[in-house]
C-alpha cells in the first residue's frame, strides 16, 4: 500500500530529525534478515544507546540530500536499515559484525560519523577498535606504570635493608 503525501512528509522530518540528531549512523542491508534477529539485535543495540530502523530507500534519500550528507552514502539499493548511535560507533558496528559471523543475514553498506563517510570496509574496521572504556582503562595503566615503577625504585632499598637485617636477627637468635 502506497502511503499518502502527508504520510511521506512525516516520514521525511522523522528521517532527517534521526540524521541531525545522532553522531552518526550505519546501513546495512536488510533484506534477508528475520523479525526474531531484528528483535534480539535491537534489544542488544538498546543497550549500547544505538537504534534499529527499517528505512524506505526514496525518502531516506532524500532525507540525505537535504541535510548535506556525503554523497557516496546516498548511493544504495534494496531493503536498507540503518543503525542509528549516540557517541560510540564501535559499539554498534561490533553487534552488527558479530551478527554477520552467527547468521550472515546482516551485511553492512556504509555509515557516516559526525559528517564522515565510512565504507562497508571502515565500518567493519570500527569493530576492530576496543571500546571507550577499555582504551581509558589502557591510558589509565599507561599513565600508572612509571609511578609503580618509581615507588618500586624507592622502596627496593629500604625492602632489601629490611630483609638483611631480619636475617641477621634471625641467625643470632
Known amino acids: 500500500m502506497s502511503k499518502s503525501r502527508t504520510q511521506k512528509e512525516e516520514l521525511l522530518k522523522k528521517y532527517k530529525d534521526l540524521i541531525e540528531s545522532k553522531s552518526g549512523y550505519l546501513l546495512v542491508n536488510s533484506d534477508k534478515i528475520d ?7 535491537k534489544i542488544q543495540l538498546k543497550d549500547v ?5 527499517v528505512v524506505k530507500n526514496s525518502i531516506f534519500k532524500v532525507a540525505l540530500q537535504e ?4 554523497l557516496q552514502v546516498q548511493e544504495f539499493d534494496g531493503p536498507t536499515a540503518i543503525i542509528s548511535f549516540e557517541e560510540d560507533p564501535t559499539a554498534p558496528a561490533k553487534l552488527v559484525k558479530k551478527m554477520q559471523k552467527e547468521t550472515e543475514l546482516l551485511e553492512p553498506r556504509s555509515g557516516v560519523y559526525e559528517g564522515e563517510f565510512l565504507s562497508a570496509e571502515r565500518v567493519m574496521q570500527l569493530a576492530e577498535i576496543p571500546s571507550r572504556e577499555v582504551l581509558l582503562s589502557r591510558l589509565v595503566g599507561t599513565m600508572n606504570a612509571p609511578l609503580t615503577g618509581f615507588m618500586n625504585a624507592v622502596t627496593g632499598n629500604v625492602r632489601g635493608l629490611t630483609v638483611v637485617l631480619k636475617g641477621i636477627a634471625e641467625s643470632k637468635s
Open 67 to 70: 541535510t548535506d550528507q556525503p
Open 35 to 41: 523479525t526474531a534477529t531484528v528483535t534480539g539485535l
Open 49 to 53: 544507546d544505538a537504534n534499529f530502523t
